[in-house]
């Protein structure tokens, strides 16, 4: 390991840290195992030879895993036993369905899905020729005592594979979602379109029925951990299949009924709220009845409405929007989580099967298995399980759709883009797992750098998932603390990397949280702030060659006492200071050097006596023909 080069003069309280010889503590320093994914199938979840952790950094672009910082807890990562994939994946022979199950969710033989979103009645990915539900009737018949709901379509096929799944996975999560209520509950006696009758009566049964099908279900032995009210409830036009125009006021009057009949009857299924796009679909907005409020802020009116109580937090899917809706919406709600329940892989109608499974698995890689994590997700979940190479069998809706398993008219079945890109997740990262910070590089709208996501499990080993955007080849760092391995993912590659607990991975400086931090420069001010927020994917650059004395100062709002500072230059190979100084000043205008020197690679960090300071100055003392650039700056305790 080539330890980043740093020619540092000594200067006030400066500390510099110097390798030693190996000690036993080095020896016992652990090993990270590699799994790998190529967009050109070569490598499948491919475990590689594992690489050693050791002492010191690097030059390369360095992904900082820092486990002292903890997020959301996640609950799985999955997709969907459909009406659709029930069928294929029942008309298999016993042999071969049996290993499609264990390869989907035995963790050590297959991927270990740990979470089903489960349609309650008919979506429109069903086998049958007539969408339905459990309680259908005559037209214009109605059941207000709900005497014909039944599950028994779903002890056909979908049951028998749900416990199954369980079986071989006991960690298994399950939500509920229906597509439409009864049509006799519907201003247009249909499953297709319209609304819940606004009558109090109605809301009722409603609520009734879904906690009928809770019941029915656990009796079955798959009890249900989430249960939404209705798919996609800003969908007003679904194409031939179940749905319902959903709006916020009465989406709220089923959750005010359905609350506390649920929490008496089964107390462990939460309630999601809204289940439908990061932001709402243009279409969505346009087929608003005239005069009604389009909500375009469902969610929030949601959480701050009377059901809220009952709510414990939001659905989201990927069909509009971007990922970084959750986050704003955890930032105004912070204590009501966020589950990402469905994503459908798709393609044009030209498409070859490589164009499929390259597209699928990047944009995957990085909007939803890392897009949705690094944005407070506490599931990923795909949609179909399993479907033909056509998208069949199907019923309206999606034509375009893909599924996990691709199971061909011979009935061989093959794994698809999205089984790795749940698998490189569900396989190593456990429920209970929490996810931790790790410095990403990459965006959901590619920019082609290096995008991560790490998490610790309950075990205390780690897992960090990541994804180079690039065609190319990209080298990078992995570190934890004062130790570090480097790595070089294939163009468009996505990787899986754990380690175990390990005392040596222990000793993790503390960062201090700059979210109250400002920042000015001598060049590009109005960019100055994107050296500071957090977000490594974002960067100030100086737009100009390197000479001395361009500088960035940084505002912390108020003395902080620090022992590290952290100069991260990004993944934008060469872009950083050749020559710097590190200055602090604690009122703004009398300023102490602290530490300077030559940089040779993306991270230099310097180790000082313990500072107090509330502005700290980074100063470019170099002449090079390259910018330099922040995209994080640093600091720890």
Same mark, same amino acid.
């Not at 609950?75 to 071969?96: H, K």
């Not at 709006?247 to 939460?270: D, F, H, M, N």
């Given at each position: 390991?080539?330890?980043?080069?740093?020619?540092?003069?000594?200067?006030?309280?400066?500390?510099?840290?110097?390798? *030693?010889?190996?000690?036993?503590?080095?020896?016992?320093?652990?090993?990270?195992?590699?799994?790998?994914?190529?967009?050109?199938?070569?490598?499948?979840?491919?475990?590689?030879?594992?690489? &050693?952790?050791?002492?010191?950094?690097?030059?390369?672009?360095?992904?900082?895993?820092?486990?002292?910082? +903890?997020?959301?807890?996640?609950? *799985?990562?999955?997709?969907?036993?459909?009406?659709?994939?029930?069928?294929?994946?029942?008309?298999?022979?016993?042999?071969?369905?049996?290993?499609?199950? +264990?390869?989907?969710?035995?963790?050590?033989?297959?991927?270990?899905?740990?979470?089903?979103?489960?349609?309650?009645?008919?979506?429109?990915?069903?086998?049958?020729?007539?969408?339905? /539900?459990?309680?259908?009737?005559?037209?214009?018949?109605?059941?207000?005592?709900?005497?014909?709901?039944?599950?028994?379509?779903?002890?056909?096929?979908?049951?028998?594979?749900?416990?199954? &799944?369980?079986?071989?996975?006991?960690?298994?999560?399950?939500?509920?979602? #229906?597509?439409?209520?009864?049509?006799?509950?519907?201003?247009?006696?249909?499953? $297709?379109?319209?609304?819940?009758?606004?009558?109090?009566?109605?809301?009722?049964?409603?609520?009734?029925?879904?906690?009928?099908? $809770?019941?029915?279900? !656990?009796?079955?032995?798959?009890?249900?951990?989430?249960?939404?009210?209705?798919?996609?409830?800003?969908?007003?036009?679904?194409?031939?299949?179940?749905?319902?125009?959903?709006?916020?006021?009465?989406?709220?009057?089923?959750?005010?009924?359905?609350?506390?009949?649920?929490?008496?009857?089964?107390?462990? /299924?939460?309630?999601?709220?809204?289940?439908?796009?990061?932001?709402?679909?243009?279409?969505?907005?346009?087929?608003?009845?005239?005069?009604?409020?389009?909500?375009?802020?469902?969610?929030?009116?949601?959480?701050?409405? #009377?059901?809220?109580?009952?709510?414990?937090?939001?659905?989201?899917?990927?069909?509009?929007?971007?990922?970084?809706?959750?986050?704003?919406?955890?930032?105004?709600?912070?204590?009501? *989580?966020?589950?990402?329940?469905?994503?459908?892989?798709?393609?044009?109608?030209?498409?070859?099967?490589?164009?499929?499974?390259?597209?699928?698995?990047?944009?995957?890689?990085?909007?939803?298995?890392?897009?949705?994590?690094?944005?407070?997700?506490?599931?990923?979940?795909?949609?179909?399980?399993?479907?033909?190479?056509?998208?069949?069998?199907?019923?309206?809706?999606?034509?375009?759709?893909?599924?996990?398993?691709?199971?061909?008219?011979?009935?061989?079945?093959?794994?698809?883009?999205?089984?790795?890109?749940?698998?490189?997740?569900?396989?190593?990262?456990?429920?209970?797992?929490?996810?931790?910070?790790?410095?990403?590089?990459?965006? =959901?709208?590619?920019?082609?750098?290096?995008?991560?996501?790490?998490? +610790?499990?309950?075990?205390?080993? /780690?897992?960090?998932?990541?994804?180079?955007?690039?065609?190319?080849?990209?080298? @990078? &760092?992995?570190?934890?603390?004062?130790?570090? @391995?480097?790595?070089?993912?294939?163009?468009?590659?996505?990787?899986?990397?754990?380690?175990?607990?390990?005392?040596?991975?222990?000793?993790?400086?503390?960062?201090?949280?700059?979210?109250?931090?400002?920042?000015?420069?001598?060049?590009?001010?109005?960019? &100055?702030?994107?050296?500071?927020?957090?977000?490594?994917?974002? +960067?100030?650059?100086?737009?100009?060659?390197?000479?001395?004395?361009?500088?960035?100062?940084?505002?912390?709002?108020?003395?902080?006492?620090?022992?590290?500072?952290?100069?991260?230059?990004?993944?934008?190979?060469?872009?950083?200071?050749?020559?710097?100084?590190?200055?602090?000043?604690?009122?703004?205008?009398?300023?102490?050097?602290?530490?300077?020197?030559?940089?040779? *690679?993306?991270? /230099?960090?310097?180790?000082?006596?313990? =500072?107090?300071?509330?502005?700290?100055?980074? !100063?470019?003392?170099? =002449?090079?023909?390259?910018?330099?650039?922040?995209?994080?700056?640093?600091?720890?305790?």
């Amino acid at each position: 390991m080539r330890r980043t080069a740093l020619s540092l003069l000594a200067v006030g309280s400066l500390v510099v840290g110097i390798a *030693g010889p190996a000690s036993a503590g080095d020896r016992e320093a652990p090993q990270a195992q590699v799994w790998v994914t190529t967009p050109d199938r070569a490598e499948l979840l491919q475990q590689r030879d594992p690489v &050693a952790f050791e002492r010191g950094g690097s030059d390369l672009t360095t992904i900082v895993v820092d486990p002292n910082q +903890r997020f959301q807890t996640m609950d *799985g990562f999955g997709a969907s036993i459909t009406d659709s994939s029930a069928s294929l994946l029942s008309a298999l022979p016993a042999a071969a369905r049996d290993e499609a199950m +264990r390869s989907l969710f035995d963790a050590r033989d297959g991927i270990g899905v740990s979470f089903l979103r489960q349609p309650v009645g008919s979506s429109d990915f069903t086998a049958e020729a007539a969408h339905y /539900t459990f309680d259908d009737v005559a037209a214009g018949a109605t059941d207000f005592p709900l005497e014909h709901f039944s599950i028994a379509h779903d002890e056909a096929q979908i049951l028998p594979l749900l416990r199954e &799944a369980k079986r071989l996975n006991p960690a298994v999560k399950v939500m509920a979602t #229906p597509w439409s209520p009864p049509a006799w509950m519907k201003t247009t006696d249909s499953l $297709v379109g319209g609304r819940l009758k606004d009558d109090p009566a109605i809301y009722d049964a409603y609520a009734r029925y879904l906690v009928k099908f $809770v019941q029915a279900y !656990t009796r079955a032995g798959v009890p249900i951990d989430f249960l939404s009210v209705q798919n996609e409830p800003q969908n007003r036009t679904p194409d031939a299949y179940p749905g319902t125009d959903m709006p916020v006021a009465q989406q709220e009057k089923v959750i005010l009924a359905l609350g506390p009949l649920l929490k008496k009857a089964s107390p462990r /299924t939460q309630i999601l709220g809204y289940d439908h796009n990061w932001a709402t679909h243009p279409n969505d907005a346009a087929n608003t009845p005239p005069g009604e409020d389009p909500a375009t802020d469902y969610p929030y009116q949601l959480l701050s409405g #009377p059901a809220a109580k009952w709510i414990a937090g939001t659905a989201y899917h990927c069909y509009y929007g971007d990922p970084s809706d959750q986050t704003a919406l955890h930032e105004s709600f912070p204590k009501k *989580g966020i589950w990402f329940t469905e994503c459908s892989g798709s393609h044009g109608p030209t498409d070859t099967p490589e164009q499929i499974f390259r597209g699928t698995l990047t944009w995957h890689a990085r909007t939803i298995a890392i897009g949705t994590t690094r944005n407070w997700a506490q599931s990923v979940v795909n949609w179909n399980i399993a479907l033909r190479e056509d998208g069949t069998p199907h019923l309206g809706g999606c034509g375009t759709c893909t599924g996990l398993l691709t199971i061909a008219g011979d009935g061989t079945v093959r794994t698809d883009a999205e089984y790795y890109t749940i698998g490189h997740l569900a396989k190593f990262v456990r429920p209970g797992a929490q996810r931790i910070a790790s410095t990403s590089f990459g965006t =959901t709208g590619w920019n082609g750098q290096i995008m991560d996501v790490a998490f +610790r499990n309950p075990d205390g080993s /780690t897992a960090l998932v990541v994804h180079n955007e690039n065609d190319d080849p990209r080298s @990078f &760092a992995v570190a934890v603390g004062d130790r570090s @391995f480097e790595y070089t993912l294939p163009g468009g590659a996505l990787a899986t990397f754990t380690w175990p607990a390990s005392r040596s991975l222990r000793d993790v400086p503390r960062q201090l949280d700059l979210s109250g931090a400002t920042a000015t420069a001598s060049l590009a001010s109005a960019d &100055a702030g994107l050296a500071v927020d957090g977000d490594a994917s974002t +960067r100030w650059s100086s737009g100009a060659a390197q000479v001395p004395g361009q500088s960035l100062t940084v505002d912390l709002g108020r003395p902080a006492l620090f022992r590290q500072v952290a100069i991260d230059s990004g993944d934008n190979l060469g872009d950083f200071a050749q020559g710097y100084r590190v200055e602090v000043s604690r009122e703004g205008s009398r300023w102490r050097t602290i530490a300077e020197g030559q940089a040779t *690679g993306q991270l /230099t960090t310097v180790s000082v006596h313990p =500072t107090l300071a509330r502005y700290l100055r980074i !100063t470019s003392t170099a =002449t090079a023909g390259s910018w330099w650039s922040l995209a994080d700056v640093r600091l720890y305790r």
